[in-house]
C-alpha cells in the first residue's frame, strides 16, 4: 500500500528565514507525481508545487522548492525568505497513475512569526 | 472563472438524521472527488466521481454515497450520522481524473458538526 508520511505536525520560522519540511512516502511504483498543497487558516487549498516522478531536476516555484530524493523516497518542501502569508498547514500528496487515488500526508502546520 | 463552490458551509445534525453536501466545480473540470478532514486523519479520500460516474472509492462504509450530475455537480450524503462523521468534508475538482496526476482545485469546505 502507499502512504505518505509528514513527521512534524507543527512547526515555526521567523519571517524572512528558510524552513523545510520533511515529507516521506512509499510506493513500489516507478511512475508517479507528488505535491505539496497549501491551506491557509480559514481558506480554500492550493496547489504549491508539483514534482514527476521521472524529472531529476527538482521542481522550483519563486520561493518554493522542492529536494526530491527518488531513492531515499523523501520530497521534502523549502520555503525561502518566508512571509506571514505563508502561515498555513502544507499537505504532502502522492498520485500514481491507475490507482486514481491522491493520498496525502497528515499535514504539517506551520506558523510564520513577526 | 470562479472556483470551486461548496454550500452550505456549516451545518449542524444530531446522530442519526442524514445530510447532503453539494459541490458546483470550476467550469469545464469534469472531475470531482471528496474529502473528509479531520484533525487526527488529515485528508480522506471518500470517493472521486467523473462523467456522471464513480471511478474510485475510499476506505469509507456504505453510509457515504455520492453522484455527479450532467453538469458536473456532485452532491455527496452522509445517512445515520454518528459523532465520528463530525468533520471538514472537501471538494475538489480537475479537469480529468485526479488519479490521473491533474491538479485539484479545492473548494472552501463544509462543516459539519454532529451532536
Known amino acids: 500500500a502507499q502512504t505518505v508520511t509528514q513527521s512534524q505536525p507543527e512547526m515555526s520560522v521567523q519571517e524572512a528565514e528558510t524552513v523545510t519540511l520533511s515529507c516521506t512516502y512509499d510506493t513500489s511504483e516507478n511512475n508517479y507525481y507528488l505535491f505539496w498543497y497549501k491551506q491557509p487558516p480559514s481558506r480554500q487549498m492550493i496547489l504549491v508545487i508539483r514534482?514527476?516522478?521521472?524529472?531529476?531536476q527538482n521542481a522550483t516555484e519563486n520561493r518554493f522548492s522542492v529536494n526530491f530524493q527518488k531513492a531515499a523516497k523523501s520530497f521534502s518542501l523549502k520555503i525561502s525568505d518566508s512571509q506571514l502569508g505563508d502561515t498555513a498547514m502544507y499537505f504532502c500528496?502522492?498520485?500514481?497513475?491507475?490507482?486514481?487515488?491522491?493520498?496525502f500526508g497528515t499535514g504539517t502546520r506551520l506558523k510564520v512569526l513577526a | 472563472k470562479a472556483g470551486v463552490t461548496q454550500t452550505p458551509r456549516y451545518l449542524i445534525k444530531t446522530r442519526g438524521q442524514q445530510v447532503t453536501l453539494s459541490c458546483s466545480p470550476i467550469?469545464?473540470?469534469?472531475?470531482v472527488s471528496w474529502y473528509q478532514q479531520t484533525p487526527g486523519q488529515g485528508l480522506q479520500f471518500l470517493f472521486e466521481?467523473?462523467?456522471?460516474?464513480?471511478?474510485n472509492k475510499g476506505n469509507f462504509p456504505g453510509r457515504f454515497s455520492g453522484r455527479q450530475f450532467s453538469n458536473s455537480r456532485s452532491e455527496m450524503n452522509v445517512s445515520t450520522l454518528e459523532l465520528g462523521d463530525s468533520a471538514l468534508y472537501l471538494c475538489?475538482?480537475?479537469?480529468?481524473?485526479?488519479?490521473?496526476?491533474?491538479?485539484?482545485?479545492f473548494g472552501p469546505g463544509t462543516r459539519l458538526l454532529v451532536l
Open positions: 514534482q514527476e516522478a521521472y524529472k531529476q
Open positions: 500528496a502522492l498520485v500514481i497513475p491507475g490507482t486514481y487515488k491522491y493520498i
Open positions: 466521481y467523473f462523467s456522471e460516474t464513480q471511478r
Open positions: 467550469s469545464g473540470h469534469r472531475s
Open positions: 475538489a475538482s480537475s479537469l480529468g481524473l485526479a488519479g490521473l496526476q491533474e491538479t485539484q482545485y
